[in-house]
C-alpha cells in the first residue's frame, strides 16, 4: 500500500475510533491535512474498500474500517501512545508490593484498576492449579476436631478447605505430618505424589489409615476441583456506555456473551509470552466476540504463566492506548512479582 492510502486508512480508523461515525471525503478533507483534494480522497477510498480495508454500511454513508483494515492499522500503522507520569504513578502505588503468596487475590482485587484506566471491560483468566506445583501444604488446628488445610502452590495460588475428623490428633503429630508430607510434596504437582511412600513415613506416628486417608482426601478434592481456569470480570458496565448500545437487544447479545464462562477459555488463550497479542473481531474464536477485539498480556513467573489479563472491547477501541497501558501493566507486574 502506498504511503498516501496509508494515511487515509489511518485517519479513517483515527476518527472512527473516536465518533463511531462512518467517515466521508469531506470530513477527511476539512479535519486532516492530506493535502489532497476531497474528489481524490474519495477514489482513494473506494480502491481501499475494494481492497478489503474499509467497508459501507449504506451508499449513501461515508465508511468505516473492515477487520482486515484495524489488523493493518494495529500491524503497520499504529502509533503507540505514551503513558502520563501521573497514571504511571497511580498505577505504581496500587500495584506495589505484589506478595506472590496471594499472586490471584491481588490480581483479582487490582481488575477494577486496569478496567477503569482502559474505561473498557477487563478479564482475569487463572489456570487451573491443577498444573500448578506444590511449595508449602500445611494443616492447622482450629478446634478439637477439626483442622485447616492450606496449600500454596509456587504460582502464587492459595487454596484452603477445613476437615472435621472423628478422632483427635495431638498438636505434635499434626507438626510432623505437615514435615512429611512437605518433604514428599514440595516442588511436585499433586498427581505426581507418591501417596504409598508418604503413608509408609507417617506410620510412625500409629495414626489411623482412615484418618490418613481422609487428609489426603481433602489435598486432592482442593486440587481437582479446580480443573478448570477460573475466570474474573471488572468494568462491563464501561462498553454500556458506548452508543452501539443504545439497543437492548445490544445491551442484551453483549450480557449474554459475558454469561458465557465457558467460551471464554479459547477467546484468552494468549500463546503471545511476555508480548502484547490482539485479536480483532473475525480473530476472536467464537461466534459471540466478533463484534468485539480483545487486548491480551500474560503475567509471567520463571516461564510460567500465572494469570491472562484480558481487556474487551468493541473493534473501534483505542489500540494505540490500550496496548501501551497493558504492556505497561503485565511488564510492571511482572518485574514486582516477588
Known sequence: MNERKSKILYSIIQDFIYTGEPVGSRTLSRKYNLGISSATIRNEM????ELGFLEQVHISSG?????????????KLMKPKQISNEEKKYIESNLLNLDLFDFENILKSKLSLISKLTNLACVL?????????????????????????VI???????RNNIIKLNRIIDHKSISVINKIINDHCISRRFEDIDLDLVWESVQCLNLDRNIFDQLILILRNLFMYDTEASYYFEGIDNILSYPEFNSIDKV????CFFNNINRFNGLLNCDC????????????SIEEAKNYSVVLGNCIRNGKVLGTIGIIGLTRMDYAKIVTMVKFLIDFINTNID
Open 273 to 284: 509470552g511476555n508480548n502484547i497479542q490482539i485479536k480483532i473481531g473475525e480473530e476472536n
Open 252 to 255: 442484551r447479545e453483549l450480557v
Open 46 to 49: 473506494s480502491d481501499l474498500e
Open 63 to 75: 465508511r468505516r474500517p473492515s477487520n482486515k483494515g484495524y489488523r493493518l492499522y494495529v500491524d
Open 125 to 149: 483468566k487463572i489456570p487451573s492449579v491443577i498444573e500448578n506445583s506444590i511449595k508449602s501444604i500445611e494443616f492447622i488446628e482450629i478446634s478439637t476436631y477439626s483442622l485447616l488445610a
Open 152 to 158: 500454596i502452590t509456587n504460582e502464587g495460588i492459595i
